[in-house]
Structure formats: C-alpha cells, structure tokens
C-alpha cells in the first residue's frame, strides 16, 4: 500500500519568533523529526515520526517548541473511538501484534484515587515528625510465630533472612537490556545511598554493578538469563519472577538486535539471539514445583537470603499468593494491572490482569484468614506514583512497595510508551551508545534519592497525622483508609468503610 | 583556581554550551533576540566527528603561548585567567596560530575572542549552566 | 643585583617579566635608542591604516616601568660592550655597570646598494615608529609609492598606505610574493588579492638605477614615483656582542638560557640565532613571540632562576587586505595539499613529524597545527589523515583529550 490511512497523533508548533535555527532539537530526537532545511534556511518536522518525548521541547534553549495532540479528529463516536480506529488501521498495514509499553494507560478505575487517608484529632494526638522519631525502617522477611528469649535477654528464637529497608519503597524489576547500562547504574547507585533495594530483572546482574549487591535483588525469571552462582550470591534477596502485571501470562521478547555487546555477556546469550522467556517456567506446574525452586535457591546461597516470588495481579490471586506463602518463599511480590513493561502486546498490557489495590486488599485478608500473614511479607507494584499511594498501600496490609514507572520519571522519562522501539530520546529504554549517555549517573541517581526522600518526608507527615509513629503500626490498619465514591462490593474488597462512616 | 573541564563521556553533542556561550556573551537579555538569524561566535566549540563528541574552550593554559605571541599585549593572564583586550587587539592572527587547542577565534569585528569564564557574566561559565548533561564542570581541582 | 637590558621591544619586555618572576628586588636598567614607550613594532603598518594608535600600539600599559622597578635610559644608544668590566659604554659617555646584561637590540632595515639611491628625495624604511612617522608625513593622496622588496614588511607597509595614497607599486627580485613563507602557488593567491585591490606587483625584477623620481628597472622599463620604501630585508644587530670578541654569525651565538660566548652577556629577540626545530638548524627567528619568549627566558636566567626549555620555530600570521594567511616551519617532506575558491592549504611532513605548513584564507585553529610542529608529535601517534582535512583534537585520541580537557591525570 502506498499510502497510509494514519494520521500523526501529534502536532509540532514551533514558535518562529523564539526559534533560533540551533538546531539542538534535530540532534536530540533519535527519531529524526526535527530537520534543517538548509536551502530555505527554517527548520521542518515530520510528526509522523514523533513520540511526544519532549526531548526537543526541555532542551530547546529559546523554549519555542511545543507538542500537541493534533487536533485533526474524526467523526465522534463514543463506541469507535479514534485510538481504536488507528489501532485498526496500524494493523491492517502491519498484519502484526500491537506493541506498547509502559503502565496501562486506559481509564480503568484507580482505587488510590478513591480512597481516603485518616487524620488524628482531639482525642488521639497527631505526631510532629521533626520533633518525635518516626520509624519508616522495614524488614522484609517471614517473621516467627512467637518469640521465645533466654533469661539473658538474647533471641533464642532462630531469625530466618531479612530484607532490610530504610523506607518501605524498592525499585522493581527492569532488567539491563530492557533499561540502559547508566540507567542500572543509576538505580543502584540510588538504592546503596537510600538503604532500599533495586532488582536486575531478568538480565543478569553487569559485573560493574556487583558492588552494590547488599542493596541489590536478583531475579530468576523463566529464562533463566544471566543466572550463575555468583550472581545469586551477589544479591541481597532473589526474585523469583512469576508474572509481570503489564502482561500477565506472556513471557518476554527482547529483540536479537538488542542482544548486543554487554547485554549479551550479562545475560550469559550469544549475541544476536533473541532472549525469549517463556510465558511459564518450564519446570514450574505447581506449587510444590515452586517450592522445589525456591529451596533450590534456598540451597544454593546457604539460607542466607530471603527468596521473593514474584506474581501479576490475576483473578484468583488471593489464592495464588496462599499457595506461594506455603511455598516456602519469605516475600511475595504482586504487581498490579498497570504496571510499567519495556515492551507487551497492547491488548494484554490493557485488559488482563485486576488493579493492585483490590488483589493486595484480598491478598491479605486471605493470609490473614488463614493464619499464615506471618509467615511472608507482602510487596506491591503497579502504578505507585506518589507517597500517598505508598500509605494506602501499606495500611491495605503491604509491608512495602515497588516503585519503576515513577523512579524512571525521575531519571527524566516522559512517559512516552515507546520503550519498544528501542530508540528513548531519554537515554533510559536503548541500548544505543549515543542515547545511553544521555542518562548521566552523576545527575539521575540523585535525582532519584531526592524522589524518595522526599516520598520518605511525605510518608512520615501522613503517619505523624494519623498518630502513628512507624510503618509496623500502620500495616493492614484499615480502620485508617475510607473510600469515596466506591460502591459496596469495591468497599468490601478493600475491606475499608465508606468516607463518613 | 576554578577551571572548566570538559568530560566527553557525557557529552551529547547537543551544542547548547555554544549557544549559551553565545548568547552570554552578546549583552542581550533574551536569547531569541541575541541570536535570531545570528551565525554564532562561540568561544565554545564541540567537535563531533559522528562517533566521539566533546567542547573544547580555552584551557587558561599556565604558560599560555596566545599571551606570550600576543604582538599588541592584548592577551594577559591574571590571576590564572586569560582574558583579551577588545580595543588593543588588532586581529593580526598570532594567537590563532599559537594556541595548541584551538580555542582563540576571530570576533568576525576585526579582533579577537576567546573564553574568559564569564568573569563579567555572573562568574559561572554559561557553557556549564547550560550543559544538560554535566559534560562542562566548573570545578577546583 | 644590577640588571642592564639594552633594547625596548618585544625581547626586552620579556626579561623584564622574566627578571620579576625571580627577582623582584634587582635594579633593571632599561637602555633603547628611541624615546617611546615600549610599542609592538608590527603595529606600525596598523597604526597607518587607523586600527590602532599610539596609545593602544603600547605593548605594555603606560605604568609597566614604574610597576617593574625600571629605570629607562631612552635616546641612547650602547656603543660598546666591556665584559671584562661588566660594563657597556652609552653614546652619551656614560658608563653602566652590571652584573648581567641583555643584548635586546634587534634589528636594522638591510638596503642593498643601488644606484643612485641618494638622489631619491623621500626614501623611508619600514621597520619602527620613527619610520612609520616619516612616512606618513610624506603621504599624500596623489602619491605614486614604489616599495622595493613584497616580504612582510613591504606587502604590510603596502596595507597600511593602501587608500592613502595614488598607487602603490612593488616589485621583488623573486617570483612572487612573500617568496620566504609562501610557494608559488599560495602566494598567487595572495598576489589576486593584491590586484584585486589595485596594487600593482612586478615579480623577478630589480631597480638598476634610481634617479630622482624615477626607477630604471632590470627588465629595461621605467617607473616614476614619489615616494620609496625599501623593504628588502633586515639584519640583526649583532655588532656590540661581536665587537667586544662575542661569536656571532650572522646572529649572535646563545645557549639554551640565553648566554653568549661573553661571561654575563645574554642576547634575545631579532638579533640572535634561534634554533629552528622544524629544520633542526640555526637561524634568524625575527618573529615577536620568539623575541618575547627569549627574552623571558633570557631574563629569568640573568636572575638565577631556571629558565624553562623553549622549542622555536618560525611562524607568521599576516593578514594582507582581508586575506589571513598562516604559516610555520620548514617546507620539506611529503606535501598534503588541499585547495578551494576561498582557501590553500599545504602541509609538509617528513620523519614522522609535521614540519611546516601554509594556510591561506581559512587559518581557523591553525595553532593546532603549530603545536603539532612544535611538540613534534609522532604521526603515527594521531588520527593524521583526519587532521590534514581539519584541525581539531579529535585526531589525537581520547587520552589526550582526557587530560587536556577533563584535567584527568594517570
């Protein structure tokens, strides 16, 4: 077909009156909008080729770039919307699977939004928390039935491994391939100074990065990439990788193409060869399979370290985790439907899969009922984006959260959702070296220490606000969230009362 | 002495340290006005072959041979800085031919420029505000 | 310690400044036979055509005696050199003693014997103030110049008349202009830029006979004009140090710091002989850099102090109407030679190294090349094909961008 029936999603307006022909913009976009037409001496843009980045409008010095939604519509139909129309004519060109990345972008509901935090007054005091300490340390691990001392005082009762965490936050899983070298280095440089952690993925673990190992999660995913016994032994915990709420039920795919110099040593393939992780791990039919892999792990790193299973937030995951927790595993980490992806099939990313907040609400209430919350911590991901969604979490029954979308904000991602191709104007989702050293460790990790940080001041307000002065005393105390706007069935899920009851 | 160091690890190539340079160096006030359909004169300049790409500015070397060359005395370096004399210099070429780096360039106004780090611009080189990417440093070393 | 530096220019100033940076302490003498504040002596074809004057032609601000503790002695002129007595005699009778002394003397316009030169009225050199003065008194707007001699001096002092006078003739003995920096090809270029403006160049000719206003040239044809300049060369001023039993040769004899063959004689500037490291051989560096940067050497050694190793070489930047043109080195070896509308480029290497080069029109970063000449930097060390088409660091790798750039040190 010679001609296509799509049209660009964006316009690029360019004020000639601030535009001084530098010429930074063309340089920055690796998708090549931007070009200078020297004969006529004006710069030109093929918005067919924009992503809507932002790359040219942050660094353009005289600020006279803008992008907008291109305004060409058509016809209104609430059923057929345009999305959906171009997503039909994309694949009436392609014959191919829609590819998207990052977090579910459609308007399911988001019970953060809809849920209320409580606040002391009069009769319970409100806590200052520059004035009083606030204990926002974690430990993240099967925690004894009963404790059990000598008359000296000392612990008798035998401590399985711990995760420790100074805040209850982690970055979660992007692996190196599907991030960059410098976007790695960063999150791990920013773990190591927060007291947090941040996980390889499944892309094996750059032998630069081994220093930061005390702050560092390994993954063990269904590919297998990357796994040898250093590696193992190199982390502080190891994630076992079920699910990934972007795309639940799917493996993975990363391209040969990207399977290229270090990424291919560090994942232990040839380079080239597309790193295919099957959709389930080939060894892995049941629980008492998994239990086989986690002590499998177990084993091999001496007990010493906590074993994380990792699972998308599905249907039945009340079960699910029931079934991890006698697994044998010391955490259980569930991601939630709009979870963040470096690539998936579009309508996975957006129709499979149930909201965090419902899954971890149900999740804990079943470990609760069964006796068994004790015996493993409970880690959530999925869309956390601000301190306030941390705080829910928690007092839904989380003992701590994964954050990824919102730490590659802070490196500068603009939430453009083209991880896919490879070509992030960003520096973060390539593997190009011209674009790799766009991310600068120097300015993103501690762009990422002031997020948390900050997150870590906001969290210790709100618990100061309810009178509570730790993360341990506000974990499933759901007497401090109310919903609004949510109806009985939703309120019950989240097992919280409606705001003025 | 606080000097700009250039880290071509991180430099994108981006060209904005020229354009800042430029711009500060032109008494404008908005950078659209100083530059609009301006060819620039920057004292910054990156050199960019396609696969390596850093700035180079004036290094204020301790034994300078612009200063030394200089035919008029334009040229003069204190307190570790070298800075020209717009109004002495008489364009005659002797320190393009001097410097080692290629940092002293024709104003195109019959005299010379080259990087003073700003000393008369707010005393922290623009070229290093505007790095996006802390490939110029201004640091003590 | 008594310091006595016969000279004011470029080489002069340098051990003053050297002299200081060790010894701020030592009585400096300062003794120079014309009566000006220290000025650049290549600015005088500037100050003819108005782009400087003579305050902004000083080579040092108006308070540099005063700020470096030295006496001046202006008018006078040294006549003769007692080394054994640690003494030089001025014109005037008056004996200077010292403990070292600098030969700073320069050097003299060189005008070959013609004929009847002496009956030619208004007969200027082009070398100091004095001369420019002269001949700007003698200008006037009809005024037909011949200048004798399309060197430097002669094609600069063509310049600086240019608008000022009626027409302006020059003519050499060699086949072209600038035939000591350029080769034929570059200098054709410089030469249309010479006729585009006007000025009429004769090549490979020589005045038989002068007469009044009129010049019968070798090649038979006569030439009027009214006013002579004669640029056809310059000598140094050795005479003093060989006069009081110093070796010269053709210039003066000096060490690595300066020294003569006389105990506590030192010389710099136009007057010595320089070690050329583009040719590895002796010669006359009449450049301003080189006198500045000897006499600092120069003066830094008179004071006891060390001074630091020099590497000279020739190297001109001319501009000529508009036209930059850069040179240095030695025009020997292998040739890389490239060619536009606008610009000429020629490199010349042999051994390994960069020896010399011409640019003419775009001498953009032409230092680079210079250093390359200068540092003698093994080819086989830089990316060379990628410096001959553009001088840029590039070429020479990222360890040595890494330390002169990011300050890193290993």
Redo the contacts between chains.
């Keep these: 077909m010679a001609f296509t029936l799509l049209f660009p999603d964006f316009d690029i307006l360019r004020d000639p009156n601030r535009c001084i022909k530098c010429r930074v913009c063309e340089r920055q976009c690796a998708n090549e909008v931007h070009q200078y037409d020297e004969e006529h001496d004006i710069m030109l843009a093929d918005e067919n080729k924009c992503v809507d980045c932002q790359r040219c409008v942050t660094l353009c010095p005289t600020k006279a770039l803008r992008i907008c939604e291109n305004e060409q519509v058509f016809r209104k139909n609430a059923n057929w919307r345009a999305q959906t129309i171009k997503e039909i004519y994309r694949q009436a060109e392609s014959g191919g699977v829609l590819l998207s990345s990052m977090g579910n972008p459609e308007p399911f509901p988001v019970y953060w939004d809809k849920t209320l935090i409580n606040a002391s007054q009069v009769t319970n005091p409100s806590i200052d928390p520059l004035r009083e300490p606030m204990e926002t340390k974690v430990f993240l691990g099967k925690k004894p039935e009963m404790i059990e001392r000598s008359a000296d005082g000392t612990l008798k009762t035998e401590l399985t491994p711990q995760l420790e965490l100074k805040v209850p936050l982690m970055f979660s899983a992007m692996s190196f391939g599907s991030i960059s070298y410098n976007a790695h280095k960063s999150l791990a440089m920013a773990a190591t100074e927060l007291g947090i952690c941040y996980n390889t993925g499944e892309g094996g673990l750059h032998e630069d990065f081994y220093q930061y190992g005390k702050n560092t999660i390994v993954q063990v995913a269904s590919g297998r990439f990357g796994v040898h016994k250093g590696y193992l032994e190199a982390g502080a915990a190891i994630e076992i990788k079920m699910g990934q709420g972007a795309k639940p039920g799917i493996g993975g795919h990363l391209p040969g193409t990207k399977i290229v110099g270090e990424v291919s040593r560090t994942r232990m393939i040839p380079e080239g060869s597309d790193a295919i992780s099957p959709a389930p791990h080939h060894d892995i039919y049941s629980i008492e399979d998994l239990r086989q892999l986690v002590y499998s792990l177990k084993e091999a790193t001496r007990y010493a370290k906590p074993i994380i299973v990792k699972v998308a937030a599905v249907h039945n995951i009340a079960a699910i985790a029931s079934g991890i927790a006698r697994s044998g595993a010391d955490i259980i980490a569930i991601d939630g439907f709009r979870g963040g992806t470096g690539a998936a099939p579009t309508r996975i990313r957006d129709n499979v899969g149930i909201p965090i907040e419902l899954a971890l609400a149900s999740v804990d209430a079943r470990l609760r009922e069964e006796g068994i919350r004790n015996s493993v911590s409970l880690v959530v991901g999925g869309s956390i984006r601000s301190s306030a969604d941390v705080v829910k979490a928690i007092a839904l029954g989380a003992d701590a959260c994964y954050i990824a979308t919102a730490a590659l904000l802070a490196m500068g991602c603009h939430l453009c959702r083209s991880c896919q191709a490879g070509k992030c104007n960003w520096g973060i989702a390539t593997q190009q070296p011209d674009l790799v050293k766009r991310v600068n460790p120097d300015i993103a990790a501690p762009r990422l220490v002031n997020l948390i940080t900050a997150w870590g001041h906001e969290i210790k307000e709100l618990l100061g606000g309810m009178g509570i002065n730790s993360i341990e005393a506000l974990r499933g105390n759901r007497l401090m969230l109310r919903g609004i706007g949510l109806n009985e069935k939703e309120l019950s899920i989240l097992g919280i009362a409606h705001a003025g009851e | 002495m606080k000097r700009v160091y250039v880290n071509e690890e991180w430099c994108l190539g981006c060209r904005l340290c020229e354009y800042h340079c430029a711009f500060a160096n032109s008494g404008k006030t908005h950078m659209a006005s100083a530059l609009m359909n301006v060819k620039i004169r920057p004292n910054i300049r990156v050199e960019d072959d396609g696969k390596v790409c850093y700035a180079v500015s004036c290094r204020h070397c301790e034994e300078p041979l612009c200063v030394t060359s200089c035919i008029t005395g334009a040229l003069t370096r204190e307190n570790g800085v070298i800075t020209i004399d717009g109004a002495r210099c008489v364009g005659c070429f002797t320190c393009v031919l001097s410097c080692p780096y290629g940092c002293v360039r024709p104003t195109g106004q019959g005299a010379m420029q080259k990087c003073e780090l700003c000393l008369t611009n707010g005393g922290v080189p623009r070229c290093v505000i505007g790095c996006p990417n802390n490939a110029i440093v201004f640091e003590e070393r | 310690m008594k310091y006595v530096i016969i000279g004011n220019s ?1 080489a002069a100033v ?1 051990a003053v400044e050297g002299l200081r940076s060790v010894d701020p302490e030592g009585a400096i003498t300062l003794v120079s036979n014309e009566t000006y504040h220290t000025y ?1 002596r ?2 005088i074809s ?1 100050l003819l055509q108005g ?2 004057d003579r305050q ?6 108006d308070d540099f005696y005063e700020t470096n503790g030295c006496r001046t002695l202006f008018g006078r002129t040294a006549v003769k050199l007692e080394p054994e007595k640690r003494s030089v005699l001025l014109d005037d009778g008056t004996a200077l003693t010292y403990d070292s002394l600098l030969v700073a003397a320069g050097s003299s316009p060189f005008v070959p014997p013609m004929a009847g030169l002496e009956s030619v009225e208004k007969h200027f050199s082009f070398m100091s103030l004095d001369d420019a003065n002269a001949l700007e008194q003698a200008l006037f707007p009809e005024a037909r110049v011949l200048i004798v001699g399309a060197g430097l001096i002669g094609l600069k002092c063509a310049e600086g008349i240019f608008g000022r006078v009626g027409k302006i003739t020059v003519l050499d003995l060699a086949a072209h202009v600038l035939p000591s920096i350029l080769d034929e090809a570059g200098a054709a270029l410089v030469q249309r830029a010479l006729e585009s403006k006007g000025v009429d160049f004769r090549p490979g000719v020589s005045v038989k006979r002068f007469s009044g206003g009129s010049a019968e040239l070798a090649d038979g044809q006569a030439l009027a004009f009214d006013i002579l300049v004669t640029a056809v060369g310059v000598r140094p001023n050795a005479a003093l140090v060989r006069d009081a039993g110093g070796e010269t040769d053709g210039g003066i004899l000096v060490d690595d710091k300066m020294r003569t063959t006389l105990c506590g004689v030192y010389a710099a500037g136009d007057c010595v002989l320089s070690h050329d490291l583009s040719c590895g051989s002796a010669r006359i560096l009449a450049i ?2 080189n006198a ?2 000897g006499g ?1 050497a120069a003066g830094t050694a008179m004071a006891g102090g060390e001074p ?1 190793p020099r590497r000279t070489l020739p ?5 000529l109407f508009g036209l ?1 043109i ?1 040179t ?1 080195g030695s025009y020997t070896g292998e040739v890389y030679q490239a060619q536009d509308a606008e610009s000429y480029k020629k490199l010349f290497y042999s051994g390994g190294v960069l020896r010399g080069y011409i640019l003419i029109g775009d ?6 090349y ?2 390359l000449i ?2 003698q930097t093994p080819l086989s060390q830089i990316d060379f094909p ?1 410096v001959c088409r553009e ?4 070429a020479f790798g ?1 360890a040595y ?2 330390e ?4 890193k040190k290993d």
């Design positions: 470029a340098g650049s290549p600015l500037y782009r400087t902004r032609m000083k080579y040092r601000p301003l850099p500045y940067s600092f630091a190297m001109n930047a001319i501009g930059h850069a240095a001498v953009d970063r032409a230092g680079i210079t250093a200068r540092e990628a001088p840029s660091l590039i990222r961008r890494d002169k750039l990011a300050g």
